[in-house]
């Protein structure tokens, strides 16, 4: 593509070298890149200062509270690449519709459909994409890692859409600006902004990329994380994830803690072989009513989705008023229109 | 015929624990003496012998590396016995002793024999190590004696371990009667299903599947079981158990015992793993993938331990190539194994002499006498007179800069490509030819 097509953006500086002419333009960098990986890219939630979390959710703040006509060109002309190797409803159709509410062109590659399935390789598929024209690339993948591998080959901004049992970045972000507004407080976080909230991730702890990067986040803003469920989905090596996460095989003593209960739903497409016994899983870690009621009467009650009502969470608890999980979707929205601004103007939100 | 004199270096044999300034001389393929500095240039002047000066040179029996996957024959693009036993070589080293995971596998004499042809172009000298089980399998093991008698030094299904107690009961006891070492590849494959990553807290923060400490200390304490009750019942001659790449302190606690217990098990430790800890896999580095895979720095400080007190018998690099385009891919789907034989003497000297001031008469110990005698390979890993002249002249001192796309080997999958080390091997003499010159 054209060193041209890259003027829309504003903010960002024009006439970009031929050499670079795949790259987004580069104004300045929060945090220098690691070994060619550009700074627009997200690929871990620890890679990103509790500056950089409090900027991506002031943008993210901006632009869902603007009229939709205020940035529907900004990044307009701007070619994303969406490539799945898992499917997914929420993260892609989130990633895609905050792309064209920005203006972006949006093209989706996924493993069923693509070259994938004759045995392209990651990287050729990365520098596929990249000749034609993308210049940030959306990624999910079932092995974890594998964003790491797409950025350090094509040296463009990489997004996690979620990779394997690794992270989910855009989902602890999305998740932490809901608590945020669940809790009435600000946007702009420092290492307080959650002291005295406890959080407990409920369910299959083992497979969730969304419990890694939650866990990986929440405890920096001050608040307490208990990790709950069996033994099987819950090793106790977790509880080194990040220091002061404390496991919790009960349930209940996990619930009558927190303020925020995030459920989490069994992987089945991971388990490898392992073998949950359902029935006792639903009596000991399924959030109904009464346990609800009984434990955590005020609790703001999350999920990362997709849900499998009457298995973790009830269809009574997930519709309730107590259930944010609408507006974790809404925030989705809110929170990846923030990031694709951020990787198209080189690593600053 | 052919001498050669080699002058002014300091020499190491540790079989005569000699460590001094000597000459040595060679005469076509073998030692022929051992002088102090000067006395045997007379002779060398009669036989107009090629002088050597190793003046400020380590003079020492060529190194010896009992694991070793030249992937000849069928994954030619990943090295082949020529390329392989180049870069050898070019780490001091005179003697290979191969794995049998090749394509097909290496489990019958004529596969032994072809590994063994001089069409392979070897330039250093190779001892496959064949199979234990047909096809590696794990099921009906293999005809030790006529393996033997093709030139095998050992069995072994490296790669994949005996799992079933009964098979490899029947492996120990064929592997003694045909005075061959029973060679294990320690891991328990049903608990490592998917792993790619020692397991841990870092396994899990990653989002890796790991393999436990118990999955390799498991097998290595069934199989010194094994040894014990074919050892104590008397019967038939004493089984061999050889422990391959031992990673994990509990595994090599276990050998320790068996070892103080006399029974006849020998280990090996790999450079990586007495150098490196999984805290190389972050950023999914598939160079820091292999197995077993790098493990705690508890363990790997364990390694050191067993080097320096004898628990582990000798150094051994697992060198296992593998192309470019299988190491960049997802850290899951790549392979398992680093190149690992230009690198070994330096890693070696720098962890284990500089940083742990274990002598180099010891070092060399390691490296060369111990492995050719786990091994049984006669006349190698000493400069006695009579031995083959398998030499290593190297520089401890000065330092060199290893560039992976420099190394005679086809592959460059290396965490330790870029790395300044210490000691440069200087020149390699394989049976009196010079093979490698810097």
Known sequence: MSPATKSASKSAPKSVPKKAAAQAPQPKATTPPADGIHPGSLLSITQLSLEEVSNILALAERLAGESSSKHATLLENRKLALLFYESSTRTRTSFELAAKSLGAMTTLVSDKSSSIEKGESLKDTGLTLRALGAECIILRHNASGSPYLLAKHTGLPVLNAGDGMHEHPSQALLDLRTILSRLGKKQAVTETTLDGITVCITGDILHSRVARSNALLLPRLGAKVILCGPQQLLPPEAVDLYPGITLERDFDKALQQSQVAMMLRIQKERLAGMQIDLADYQKQYQLHEDRYFKHAPNAVVMHPGPMIRGLEITADIADGPSSAIEEQVRNGLAIRMALLARALNGGAA | MKSILIKGGHLI?????????????????????????????????????????????????????????????????????????????????????????????????????????????????????????????????????????????????????????????????????????????????????GASMNAGARAFRLGLRGMSVEAESGIVERDIRLVRELTTSGKGPRPHLHVQHVSTAKAMEAIRHAKRAGLHVTCEVAPHHFMLTDEAVEGYNTHAKMNPPLRSEADRAAMVTALLDGTADCIATDHAPHAV????????????????????????????HHQHRMPLLRLIHLMSTAPAHIMGLRGRGTLAPEAFADVVLFDPKSTWTFNARNSPSKSRNTPFDGQTLPGVVKMTISEGRVVYKA
Not at chain 2, 327 to 337: L, S
Request: net charge negative.
């Open chain 2, 13 to 193: 044999d540790p079989p005569s624990r000699t460590d001094r300034l000597r000459d040595l001389l060679i005469h076509d393929n073998k030692i022929v003496e051992l002088g102090d500095p000067g006395k045997l240039n007379a002779t060398a002047k009669k036989e107009g012998a090629e002088i050597i000066d190793a003046t400020g040179l380590i003079v020492a029996p060529g190194l010896v590396d009992i694991h070793v996957h030249l992937r000849e024959p069928g994954q030619g693009y990943k090295e082949t016995i020529e390329s392989g036993t180049k870069a050898g070589a070019m780490g001091g080293f005179t003697a290979l002793c191969c794995m049998p995971n090749t394509s097909p596998v290496v489990d019958s004499p004529e596969i032994t024999r072809w590994v063994l042809s001089p069409e392979r172009n070897a330039v250093i000298r190779v001892f496959p190590v064949a199979a234990a089980t047909r096809g590696s399998m794990g099921e009906a093991i293999t005809e030790y004696g006529s393996l033997k008698a093709a030139g095998a030094v050992g069995v072994s299904d490296d790669g994949k371990p005996v799992l079933q107690d009964a098979v490899m009961h029947q492996a120990l006891i064929a592997a003694a009667r045909a005075g061959l070492p029973m060679i294990q590849h320690a891991e328990n494959t049903k608990i490592t299903v």
């Open chain 2, 325 to 352: 385009h299988e190491k960049e891919q997802e850290f899951e789907k790549a392979p398992n194994g680093i190149t690992g034989l230009e690198t070994a003497l330096s890693l070696s000297i720098k962890m284990l």
